[in-house]
């Protein structure tokens, strides 16, 4: 006789919804993906949260001595509110690299970054 077995799995609510629980009203950068210290290759996935000044997070992806493997922007929450960020890193390297992703909110007045989060991550080819 063949039965029908039906699968379940609870997810996480943060996982689910990466803002949940974080204040409406607080410009913030989070980045909840990847994890710091995870290995990672070129074209990774970066995810997270973000309620910034126009909506707005630069990215940088360098090494030691600071040069720039990777830039970007990419756009979250704003002045609505808190909503999801996500955006793709690629570059590429010889061999296993510590690198620092780095997501930053811009000041608007040119100063210092309002909001700024670094994630160490192995960078593999």
């Known amino acids: 006789m063949l039965g029908v077995f039906v699968l379940t799995f609870a997810v996480p609510a ?20 990847p994890a710091a210290g995870a290995k990672v290759k070129s074209g990774f996935a970066v ?6 000044f126009e909506s707005t997070v ?8 600071g040069k720039a493997l990777a830039k ?15 955006f793709t890193v690629a ?11 780095e997501v930053i909110e811009p000041s ?9 989060v670094i994630v160490p991550v192995v960078l593999t080819p």
């Open 108 to 116: 608007a007045s040119g100063g210092a970054p309002a909001s700024r």
């Open 14 to 33: 943060l996982a689910q919804t990466p803002c949940a629980g974080v204040p409406k009203d607080e410009p913030f950068v989070m980045v909840t993906a």
């Open 47 to 52: 995810s997270g949260c973000s309620r910034t």
């Open 91 to 101: 570059a590429r390297v010889a061999r296993p690299t510590l690198a620092y992703l």
């Open 72 to 86: 970007g922007t990419a756009r979250g929450g704003g002045v609505d509110g808190s909503g999801p960020l996500s």
């Open 58 to 65: 630069v990215w940088t992806l360098t090494v030691r001595g």
